[in-house]
């Protein structure tokens, strides 16, 4: 695995930027890119109060798919995919995108139904997707137990073969080193304590550095956002909670794709080098603890050896636990908020890696014009108060 | 090779085994690295260089000697125990998985006043003091005996046996061997990986105190070649000339920044070998004089520069001069094994004297003792230590991932400033090992990269050691990953050849096909059966709460869209619910039993949901009201009698028929009490028989025999829904999706304008109340033979096929009646009340089907047959 | 595995519970009385706090009574409250 011997300077924080972006993870880096890249904004400081992507960037099991059920979601989604084929070539870096393919398994009549109805609904929204029998299921990963006397067996699977996994730090390190080159200050070890506040309007930030004024400010915190938004004195419809996540140590190749089980509760792919690479539900309590209870873990590797009976001489070598915003409708918070000056990009639950480009084109956008991107318009804040919910559960990894 | 005597090893019951192939023999006590060592055998060669690589530590911070035994992957050589006939491969860093596990694995949970973790000096002394005031002690160690590093000190094996057997003599402590503790988490909650035969148990501790007694890893010197075979730790050459009578070298090399190393050299001359120290520190040791008396040799201010020999080491630079060798024993100092400390929550500090991370503040009721609270013998610290020409590339900080300062100084030079940038962009500490020795050495080698003064802190996340993925499943699997419920029925159904579906944990039968019948054959035949004559199905899965109080008409009219306050005492009322947000949570029949009791049925799959929602309302809103909820959805059997004829079947056995629809009595059937209710979901003549759960067979049995020269056809899921659905009647979680409200579904009729409900605000919000929301329609294939996929998607019949394509909405329900003669369909649609009679598309991969908008209801719309 | 004190049956494991969210949030006296914009709060927006927390859980699988207790979101300790 090489990486490039340049990456990022560590520039020296100025007293006043256009923008500044509250937040190094990949939302957080990607935003800047794409203020600097589409949109001619290179004044811009990205705060990071620990070290780059170094929150739920390095905690997220990579997964990249756009088979989400509403038109609105599947269409960021897709546009994150979009980008996500072109990344290493116009990063210039490889960020180790495979498109191996994501199963999602049906166990029973409800998902099937759910299924189907996804890849009816992905196709007519460009997104790729097959639904596969139990057979093709097998064909297509063979550890997968397609036996008809298990306790859940597998009725089928949607397909969405553009899907994958990409390598967590090189996109980051990818996206900071583009900014880094477009000469927007990745500043490490600056932690914001509050807005500044000038008529209404926030026009800049209190760090532990310093006071920054800001053009604008724009938060892209995940499992922070409420902490944040509360010291500008905005209530998010968003509750954080832990999402552990795991690996095994390094094996052959044995898991040729991505699958996930929403009723079965797993997910699992294999990593580059060899690991596998599971994810749990999240452990239901609020939490900023980066902690989670061990017997999320134990229901996840019973799941997981029922689907995959050829992991059983496995063995865990990691745990660990991000902090996932969690929004009433399982669909992110993108957009302008009542207070002048401030954006939010937050929300993104368990699915916030694979958005990781879009996610940052869109709220350049936003931050740019002041006003939201056609893609995320649908995902402002307003919804919680006309009832427009994007409601996407049925769709999401894990049951919220 | 092995000494002739010494060791803890049996040697009256000599092992065989083969590594690569190759046969050995060992002895019972060794592990498979001492019976490795013993017979000159290497590690695999390393994972990207593929440097012939040799055992470096005896327990589990090994970087190197990873095995394969048998289908078990990734397994430490210094932790696999000997036995006869194990067939070892050496890895490369990467194992091999091939078959499923079918060892047998069980959990126990236990309580004790205090867990001692490590029993070594210092974790036996804490559990004797602990169990001599009656505590209930738990103690668990790795090792398949006590003592840690005891075990490689044989003057204090006569202290270790009398300790052994006072903490046998306590009848409230308990020792686990074998049982590593590999997670400390909340609320003192610990969980310990025990091997056993053929399995392993997984033991979650809840502990009082905890005393974390787990000793410290031995950190290796970094210099050019210091991965070459050999070259190893100087605790583990002690260990395994001393436990094991394993001695890896004849002329051996110590290297060492502090004064444990000394012991080794000690030892070593002892069992015969010749003895070089070298001592990085320019003041001699104490100690020095000991090892010149024994005969070896001392040099104070000297360091290993550079290695050589292939594949084993046969020389070393020391400096300018070389010396011959052919081991090389290295200590860089000790790490205390703080990881359970710090999975805790508890902080760490750099320690100058010995420098390592050591406890700070605890966190949990826990406190670190021994070596693993850092009482270790200062240290010079060296974190790297320059060749002669100045090359970095062959000084190894992560051997397992093939890392070398070269690497770490990419990173630096690349603008990381973070030590965990540096370990992800080399991947040090990510490897088997998870860095146990190699991560302090890493973090000093940053700080010195960077020009910092001591290296930052690190954090530990469980589990310890790897922990088999069938360890954690434990006993959940198979039949028992969810348990399966069936009804009192369920044995008839299996008996009668049904094909099953699961609802929730339910156990349900889908539809009983005759022999050579298709399944659509066989609804299409109990569809008709239930038109025409007589059907018959186990409705026992359906939710049944009773809610009993002077307010439980009141509590309803709040849960429900319409109300319950005033029903009549002995009949009936279809009822719906919402959630805060306005979306249909739920449905059901509610029976009024008596003024202050009802019974409200649920869905099959939300019975729990339903009964938790109710209770939330009750406790903590609405505390005043005087209500108390019961599930009892398994003391009762409900079997329901279907069909034009059901009222000849049912009179035949019950004493009482209710009077009319949607009423019910209390009474008997075939001799037992029951309750019989004219509810109907299907639009025929129906009653619905509920008995005590335990009559449920019997009377099943009664109305099958009392059916039979009617015809009487049993009937599942899918006929109950074919027949609702021509009656337009939706299920909740099939036609709706929680973006549905009940205006959505067209039933404007069941919300209530009078009464508040829970949701009911939600429902004149801007986008809840616009007049296009996606509404509950029928569909009617131009082609009376094709059949909708449920889930196909809707569009305008003059839509271009070009994504994004706007779609209207999607088929919920789809089926062949037997009734109509003809397929039809449900389906949410974008304004779909005001396109009836108006023709939509569904587009699918490979044709297009066309469909008429109609009303939902396709059958008897008049309700003429619910009477009979 | 968080040990939780239930008031009626004293402290058991975390899996005997449920979880419910942010306490003290009072379902209003008249919905219809609030705009669109109060009753989206009502049904959606939750304190969120990095700290000790007022929250609901419901013994579930033991005496299914609700209960608040405060917890800490960071490091999970409840507050021993009389």
């Known amino acids: 695995m090489t990486h490039p011997d340049r990456l990022w300077r560590n520039p020296c924080l100025k007293w006043s930027y256009d923008v500044v972006i509250v937040g190094g993870g990949g939302h957080g880096l990607a935003t800047a890119y794409y203020l600097a890249r589409e949109h001619g904004i290179t004044n811009v400081a990205v705060l990071e109060k620990g070290w780059l992507a170094g929150g739920n960037m390095a905690r997220n099991t990579t997964i990249i798919r756009s088979n989400y059920l509403m038109d609105e979601s599947a269409a960021i989604y897709e546009h994150a995919m979009k980008l996500w084929e072109g990344l290493s070539d116009e990063l210039d870096y490889d960020i180790l995108f495979s498109q191996r393919g994501v199963l999602n398994l049906a166990h029973t009549l409800g998902d099937v139904r759910e299924g189907v109805r996804r890849v009816n609904a992905n196709r007519l929204n460009g997104v790729d997707a097959e639904w596969l029998t139990p057979d093709q299921v097998k064909e297509f990963c063979p550890i997968v137990d397609i036996s008809p006397d298990v306790r859940y067996p597998v009725l089928g699977a949607t397909l969405q073969p553009r899907g994958g996994i990409a390598k967590h730090d090189h996109v980051a390190w990818a996206y900071a080193r583009a900014a880094d080159r477009l000469g927007v200050d990745l500043v490490q070890g600056c932690e914001v304590t509050g807005f500044v506040r000038s008529g209404g309007r926030v026009v800049g930030v209190d760090t532990n550095r310093g006071p920054i004024r800001a053009g604008a400010v724009a938060l892209a915190s995940a499992g922070h956002s409420s902490v944040l938004a509360s010291l500008a004195g905005l209530r998010l419809p968003i509750q954080s909670h832990p999402l552990q996540a795991m690996v095994s140590e390094l094996l052959e190749p044995v898991h040729p794709c991505v699958v996930m089980s929403n009723h079965v509760h797993v997910y699992v792919s294999q990593a580059h080098k060899g690991e596998l690479v599971l994810g749990a539900g999240i452990d239901p309590f609020n939490s900023y603890a980066q902690r989670g209870s061990v017997h999320v873990v134990e229901h996840q590797l019973a799941a997981a050896l029922e689907l995959f009976p050829v992991f059983g001489h496995a063995h865990v070598l990691r745990t660990w636990a991000g902090i996932v915003d969690t929004s009433p409708d399982a669909s992110p918070i993108v957009g302008p908020t009542p207070v002048p000056g401030l954006y939010v990009n937050c929300g993104w639950g368990t699915g916030g890696f694979k958005a990781t480009p879009a996610s940052g084109w869109v709220y350049a956008h936003t931050i740019a014009h002041g006003e939201p991107h056609a893609l995320n318009r649908p995902f402002g804040l307003d919804r919680f108060t006309t009832g427009a919910l994007v409601d996407e559960h049925g769709a999401a990894a894990v049951a919220h | ?868 | 595995m968080l040990l939780i004190r239930c008031p009626w049956c004293g402290p058991r494991n975390e899996v005997e519970f449920s979880y419910g969210g942010a306490a003290d949030v009072v379902y209003p006296p008249d919905p219809d009385a609030l705009s669109d914009a109060e009753w989206g709060e009502y049904v959606f927006v939750r304190d969120n706090p990095r700290g000790p927390f007022a929250e609901r859980w419901v013994h579930t699988a033991g005496c299914r009574r609700w209960f608040r207790a405060v917890r800490n979101t960071v490091t999970h300790e409840f507050r021993e409250e009389s």
């Open chain 2, 1 to 868: 090779m092995r000494l002739p005597s010494g060791g803890r090893i049996d040697r009256t019951t000599p092992l065989t085994f083969t590594v690569d192939g190759v046969t050995h023999t060992g002895y019972r006590g060794d592990t498979l690295a001492s019976a490795m060592l013993a017979n000159n055998v290497l590690a695999g060669p390393s994972i990207h260089l593929g440097r012939p690589r040799g055992i470096v530590a005896a327990g589990v911070e090994e970087p190197n000697a990873l095995v394969q035994v048998g289908p078990e992957p990734m397994l430490p050589a210094t932790t696999v125990e000997l036995t006869d006939g194990i067939e070892a491969t050496t890895l490369s860093g990467r194992g091999r998985l091939a078959t499923p596990n079918d060892g047998y694995f069980d959990k126990t949970y236990a309580h004790c006043d205090v867990l001692v973790v490590g029993g070594g000096r210092a974790g036996l002394a804490a559990a004797v003091e602990a169990g001599r005031s009656g505590a209930r002690v738990f103690l668990a160690d790795e090792q398949p005996e006590l003592g840690g590093s005891l075990l490689s000190t044989p003057d204090t094996w006569e202290w270790l046996d009398t300790v052994v057997a006072e903490l046998a003599s306590f009848p409230e402590t308990r020792v686990l061997t074998r049982a590593t503790v590999f997670g400390y988490y909340d609320h003192n909650y610990l969980s310990i990986a025990q091997r056993r035969p053929g399995g392993g148990r997984l033991w979650h501790v809840r502990a009082g105190r905890v005393v974390l007694a787990t000793g410290a890893h031995e950190r290796p010197l970094v210099f050019a070649g210091n991965d070459r075979p050999g070259v190893m730790l100087a605790g583990a050459v002690r260990t395994y000339l001393n436990r094991y009578a394993v001695r890896p070298g004849r002329r051996a090399v110590v290297c060492t920044n502090n004064d444990s190393a000394y012991a080794t050299a000690l030892d070593l001359l002892e069992s015969g070998a010749e003895v070089l120290v070298a001592d990085v520190r320019d003041e001699e040791s104490a100690l020095a004089a000991l090892v010149r008396s024994a005969g070896g040799e001392v040099r104070a201010g000297t360091t290993v520069t550079g290695t050589t020999g292939s594949p084993w080491v046969t020389s070393v630079s020391l400096g300018s001069e070389t010396a011959d060798c052919d081991l090389v024993a290295v200590s860089g100092g000790w790490n205390p094994v703080v990881h359970l400390h710090s999975q805790a929550g508890g902080t760490l500090r750099y320690d100058d004297a010995t420098a390592a991370f050591v406890p700070d503040v605890a966190r949990q009721a826990h406190v670190s003792v021994g070596s693993a609270n850092g009482e270790l013998d200062p240290v010079h610290p060296l974190w790297t230590i320059p060749a002669a020409d100045g090359s970095w590339d062959t000084h190894f900080v992560d051997q397992q991932r093939d890392a070398t300062v070269a690497d770490v100084l990419r990173a630096t030079g690349a603008g990381m400033r973070s030590a965990e940038h540096v370990k992800r962009y080399t991947t040090i500490g990510t490897a088997h090992d998870q860095g146990k020795t190699a991560g302090v050495n890493t973090l000093g080698v940053i700080a010195e990269a960077l020009g910092a003064g001591t290296p930052g802190p690190t954090t530990y996340r469980p589990p310890y050691t790897p922990v088999p993925f069938a360890l954690l499943a434990g006993r959940d699997r198979g039949a028992l990953l969810d348990p399966a419920r069936v009804t009192p029925i369920h044995a008839w159904h299996v008996a009668r050849g049904a094909e099953f579906e699961n609802v929730g944990q339910w156990r349900r039968p889908w539809y009983y096909p005759l022999p050579g019948e298709t399944m659509t054959e066989a609804v299409l035949r109990e569809c008709r059966a239930a038109r025409e004559g007589v059907g018959v199905q186990d409705a026992s899965t359906l939710g049944k709460i009773e809610l009993v109080g002077p307010d439980a008409g009141e509590f309803l009219n709040r849960m429900y869209t319409n109300a319950f306050a005033k029903l009549p005492v002995g009949t009936a009322r279809y009822g719906m619910m919402c959630t805060a947000d306005g979306m249909v949570f739920d449905d059901g029949v509610v029976l009024r039993l008596a003024e202050d009791r009802y019974l409200a049925t649920t869905t099959t799959g939300n019975a729990a949901a339903v009964l938790d929602h109710f209770e939330e309302w009750l406790q903590t809103e609405w505390p005043d009201l005087r209500v108390h909820c019961t599930s009892v959805t398994e003391q009762w059997a409900t079997i329901a009698v279907v069909g034009p004829l059901s009222g000849r079947v049912v009179g035949a056995l019950a004493a009482d028929l209710p009077p009319k629809f949607m009423a019910f009595v209390d009474t008997t059937v075939h001799g037992v009490p029951a309750r019989v209710a004219r509810i109907s979901f299907s639009g025929e003549l129906a009653y619905e028989v509920n008995v005590a759960g335990w009559h449920g067979l019997a009377v099943w049995e009664a109305v099958m025999a009392a059916g039979e020269e009617f015809g009487i056809t049993p009937y599942g899921t899918e006929t109950m829904h074919v027949l609702r659905a021509e009656k337009g009647y939706p299920i909740v979680g099939q036609d709706t999706d929680g973006t549905v409200t009940p205006l959505d579904l067209g039933m404007d009729w069941i919300v209530s304008k009078r009464k508040s409900f829970v949701g009911k605000r939600s429902l004149r919000r801007p986008d809840t109340a616009r007049p296009d929301r996606k509404q509950l329609v029928g569909l009617l294939p131009v082609d009376p033979d094709d059949l909708l996929p449920e889930g196909a998607q809707l569009v305008a019949p003059d839509t271009p096929l070009d994504p994004p394509v706007p779609m209207l909405g999607h088929v919920t329900s789809s089926y062949r009646s037997a009734a109509l003669g003809r397929t039809f369909a449900l389906a949410l649609l974008r304004s779909g009340r005001d396109r009836l009679g108006q023709v939509v598309h569904a587009p699918l991969a490979d044709r297009t089907i066309a469909a008429i908008v109609t009303e939902p209801v396709f059958y008897d719309p008049e309700g003429t047959r619910r009477d009979g």
